[in-house]
Each structure stands twice: as structure tokens, then as C-alpha cells.
T-cell receptor, first 112, second 115 residues
Framework: GNSVTQMEGPVTLSEEAFLTINCTYT??????LFWYVQYPGEGLQLLLK?????DKGSNKGFEATYRKETTSFHLEKGSVQVSDSAVYFC???????????FGRGTSLIVHP | ETGVTQSPTHLIKTRGQQVTLRCSSQ?????VSWYQQALGQGPQFIFQ???????GRGNFPPRFSGLQFPNYSSELNVNALELDDSALYLC??????????????FGSGTQLSVL
């Protein structure tokens, strides 16, 4: 079956530091890959996505590249802000289903 | 602001009771999905409704049931509550139109505590 593995959190950074949150996946066929963000007290919001190998999804300074050879979709940002503090979820859909399988989430805490 | 609203925001029940959670979809959306998010976990798919019919179900027992109404709003019902049902319940709406059904719009959730 499908599964998503994310690095354990929390990830604690100072403002303007470089961010990487690792995500690897197991899926049948050719999945689409997503990052969702959940700010405190809110539901999940789609941050970015990639639908085929070597695609790069990007939004709000965040980027992730679909790496089929390593089955990875790591999230990166060059300079984080306090407002980026949230929980980040890696997810995938595959096999013609549009119902995502989510990872456990990684909490990011950014200090001023 | 996604346009998806859920009620209530918080709820406390006791074991064995029944609960109904409500979701109002974003305008124009015809599909609603429900997810259970336990503390420290990712959302787990419960079921999906498309045009008032159940269109997919995750690994949840039959005491989890749902409805979608003609205006595409939705309810999640849970009977015989158990302590492990304590979680954040998320509703997500989307527009299923041909192959384009991947963008989900989530509500802020209902936090259910079972004592």
C-alpha cells in the first residue's frame, strides 16, 4: 500500500535559517506528491505539489522536487520567518485515487 | 480562509454516546471528504461523498457514517463513542470534475474529546 514517512519534529530554527524537512514515500505506479501546511487552530492548506518525476513544486519561497530515484519529496526554504511556524504534512495520491495518504506531520518552530 | 466551515469547533462526549459533526462545503464544490487526525498524527481518511453518494471509504468501522445533502453540506455521525475516537475531525471539500479532483479545501476541524 501507499505510505509517507516524514522526519520527526519539532524542527526548531532561528529566523532566516535554511529549512529542510525530509519526506520519502512508497506508492504503486506514479504518484502525485504534495506538501500541506497547518497553522495553529486552522485546517490544512495545500502548499505545493508535483505530479511527475523531476517536477519542482514551489510556493511562498518553499520548494520541493519530485525525485523518483530516491522516492523523496523534501521540502526546502532558503530563509524561514517566524510566520512559517506550523505543522507540515507530506502527502501523495496514486492509482487514480484523489484521496491523499498523509505523513505524520513535522512541526516547525521559528524563533525571532 | 477556505470557505469550508465546520461546527462545532469543540465537543466533549462520554463513552457510548453518539455525536454529529457538520460541514458546510465551499460554494460550487460537489465532493466532501472526512478525516480523523489523532494527536501527533496525519489525517486518516474516513470516507468521501460525491453528489450525495458515498464514493470511497477508509478503514473505519460502520459506526462511522455520513450524509451529504443536496446543497453539498455534510454530516459525520459516530455511534457508540470510544475513548480512541478523541481526535480532530477535518472536513475537506473539492470539485470533482473529470480528472481534476486533487485540490482539497479543508475546514478548521472539530476537536472531539471522549471521556
Amino acid at each position: 500500500g501507499n505510505s509517507v514517512t516524514q522526519m520527526e519534529g519539532p524542527v526548531t530554527l532561528s529566523e532566516e535559517a535554511f529549512l529542510t524537512i525530509n519526506c520519502t514515500y512508497t506508492a504503486t505506479g506514479y504518484p502525485s506528491l504534495f506538501w500541506y501546511v497547518q497553522y495553529p487552530g486552522e485546517g490544512l492548506q495545500l502548499l505545493l505539489k508535483a505530479t511527475k518525476a523531476d517536477d519542482k513544486g514551489s510556493n511562498k519561497g518553499f520548494e520541493a522536487t519530485y525525485r523518483k530515484e530516491t522516492t523523496s519529496f523534501h521540502l526546502e526554504k532558503g530563509s524561514v520567518q517566524v510566520s512559517d511556524s506550523a505543522v507540515y504534512f507530506c502527502a501523495l495520491t496514486s492509482g487514480g485515487s484523489y484521496i491523499p495518504t498523509f505523513g505524520r506531520g513535522t512541526s516547525l518552530i521559528v524563533h525571532p | 480562509e477556505t470557505g469550508v466551515t465546520q461546527s462545532p469547533t469543540h465537543l466533549i462526549k462520554t463513552r457510548g454516546q453518539q455525536v454529529t459533526l457538520r460541514c458546510s462545503s465551499q460554494s460550487g464544490h460537489n465532493t466532501v471528504s472526512w478525516y480523523q487526525q489523532a494527536l501527533g498524527q496525519g489525517p486518516q481518511f474516513i470516507f468521501q461523498y460525491y453528489r450525495e453518494e458515498e464514493n470511497g471509504r477508509g478503514n473505519f468501522p460502520p459506526r462511522f457514517s455520513g450524509l451529504q445533502f443536496p446543497n453539498y453540506s455534510s454530516e459525520l455521525n459516530v455511534n457508540a463513542l470510544e475513548l480512541d475516537d478523541s481526535a480532530l475531525y477535518l472536513c475537506a471539500s473539492s470539485l470533482m470534475e473529470g480528472a481534476n479532483n486533487e485540490k482539497l479545501f479543508f475546514g478548521s476541524g472539530t476537536q472531539l474529546s471522549v471521556l
